[in-house]
């Protein structure tokens, strides 16, 4: 009888273990599926992305600025970048181009592309796709209004974007871009740091941050851009960096020929 009570009580065990190995047999194999190399990469090249900086052949390299709210900059940016001959984008909200048309003009007279970064700066995330639509239409009206071009690019409000973001600003065939040189100069980085920051991380093809009002920015700006000169760089607005025909954007946001 003692027998039999012990061998009872060795069965709960047992099952125990056995339970134990499956839950771990279970988990090794999901594992093994997550990190599988092929489904990770079908995982990044299913969501959507925007372009944060371009494979090019040559230093092709953008300067970008975001212009928000304030706008005691503008023009010294601009004569800044003209003393150097070379041509920027700008991504303006509508708000912004409606409160300084003159300044929108000024920069399109000087040569640079004055682009879309929403209407009112919202989280757009938030929005429906017929809401962002309709945001990014009022934006562009506002101004090609002043510049008599209709803006093709497009900056989402604090770098923020989803896959029904992008979708939505594919659908009305315009692309969104990004950065993968942010300046940080709306931290109120001085000029030297914003210099290092900038000339640490530049690469062919990249995108940098800037913003019109930030700062020290115009005090960086002049040695950034003939520090990018002497190394060699072509700096060009963005839709010129851009690759035209059959393009691919890789999990990093790098856009690649098709």
């Not at 010294?76 to 912004?96: C, E, M, P, R």
């Not at 990014?136 to 604090?158: H, K, M, N, Q, W």
């Not at 940098?208 to 990018?228: C, K, Q, R, S, Y």
Request: charged share 20%.
């Amino acid at each position: 009888m003692r027998l039999l009570v012990a061998k009872r009580k060795r069965r709960p065990r047992n099952r125990r273990l056995l339970g134990f190995l499956g839950v771990l047999g279970a988990a090794v194999l999901i594992f093994a599926v997550v990190c599988n190399p092929k489904v990770v990469g079908a995982s990044a090249a299913a969501r959507k992305l925007p372009v944060y900086c371009v494979q090019r052949d040559g230093k092709y390299v953008s300067l970008t600025f975001d212009a928000a709210w304030g706008n005691e900059d503008t023009q010294q940016l601009i004569d800044i970048l003209g003393k150097y001959g070379v041509s920027a984008t700008f991504f303006v909200v509508g708000d912004w181009a409606e409160k300084y048309p003159e300044s929108v003009k000024a920069l399109h007279d000087a040569g640079h592309e004055v682009m879309n970064h929403s209407n009112h700066h919202d989280h757009l995330g938030s929005l429906s796709a017929e809401d962002i639509t309709a945001d990014v239409s009022a934006a562009s009206d506002r101004i090609e209004a002043v510049t008599g071009v209709r803006p093709t690019l497009f900056r989402c409000p604090y770098g923020e974007y989803d896959d029904h973001v992008i979708a939505a600003l594919e659908g009305m065939g315009v692309t969104a871009v990004q950065w993968d040189v942010d300046s940080l100069d709306w931290k109120d980085y001085d000029a030297k740091t914003i210099f290092a920051r900038v000339t640490g991380r530049v690469q062919p093809g990249s995108i940098v941050l800037f913003h019109n009002a930030a700062l020290h920015t115009p005090e960086a700006l002049g040695d950034i851009v003939a520090w990018l000169l002497r190394e060699g760089y072509k700096i060009v607005p963005v839709s010129q960096l851009l690759l035209s025909g059959e393009t691919t954007i890789d999990h990093t946001g790098r856009q690649l020929p098709a």
